[in-house]
């Protein structure tokens, strides 16, 4: 089982849709919680932190489960300009600075 | 702040040549990654320096790869001899990594290697 899990897509959305993605990972002792966004061929760009009392950011809410050791992405209204690769990060757990990194959810946006 | 730089953007070598990738971090951030992105594999993390100490080199792939980091601003990636399935987009990263947490990391724009 992959230390990150994440539904490689694509996901084809019309724009105006909402679109949720979920990613599932395997070490509870993981304490930081991340979504990054990836264009085509550019470099990985924080999206925003996933805290335990879940978040917001615009259009963007991000929820965490420990429970179920899965978080998640929900993009409201969704633009053109929301195409992208949606990565899903987790700290290692026992490493602070280890970062484990999903292999992304592929999303388009179509007219 | 001009963020993290990474040179040469792009390269392209034959089988057997050395290659050099540089990397300078975000100022006043205290560790540096190194990442190689492949459609197959994803994101890999190959070395890790805190305060330009190597910390983790267990993603190093072998010894035809090396990493240093002479001061807090410099850091360089070497693969010699280069082989064609090294090609690839290599990042660097840097964060400022408290102790309790907070390890955002901050991506270089790459440098997309071919090699021949």
């Known amino acids: 089982r992959k230390e990150v899990e994440q539904d490689p897509g694509p996901f084809n959305v019309p724009e105006g849709a909402t679109v949720a993605f979920n990613c599932t990972y395997s070490n509870s002792a993981s304490q930081s919680f991340f979504w990054y966004r990836q264009d085509c061929r550019k470099e990985p760009k924080l999206l925003m932190s996933v805290y335990s009392s879940g978040n917001e950011d615009g259009r963007f809410t991000a929820q965490l489960n420990r429970a179920s050791q899965y978080i998640s992405l929900l993009i409201r209204d969704s633009k053109l300009s929301d195409s992208a690769t949606y990565l899903c990060v987790v700290s290692g757990g026992n490493s602070n600075y280890q970062l484990i990194w999903g292999a992304g959810t592929k999303l388009i946006i179509k007219p | 702040d001009a963020g993290v730089i990474q040179s040469p953007r792009h390269e392209v070598t034959e089988m057997g040549q050395e290659v050099t990738l540089r990397c300078k971090p975000i100022?006043?951030?205290?560790?540096l990654f190194w990442y190689r992105q492949t459609m197959m594999r994803g994101l890999e993390l190959l070395i890790y320096?805190?305060?330009?100490?190597?910390?983790?080199d267990s993603g190093m792939p072998e010894d035809r790869f090396s990493a240093k980091m002479p001061n807090a601003s410099f850091s360089t990636l070497k693969i010699q001899p280069s082989e064609p399935r090294d090609s690839a987009v290599y990042f660097c990263a840097s964060s400022y990594l408290l102790a309790g947490g907070g390890n955002e990391q901050f991506f270089g724009p790459g440098t997309r290697l071919t090699v021949l």
């Open positions: 100022s006043g951030h205290n560790s």
């Open positions: 320096f805190n305060n330009n100490v190597p910390i983790d």
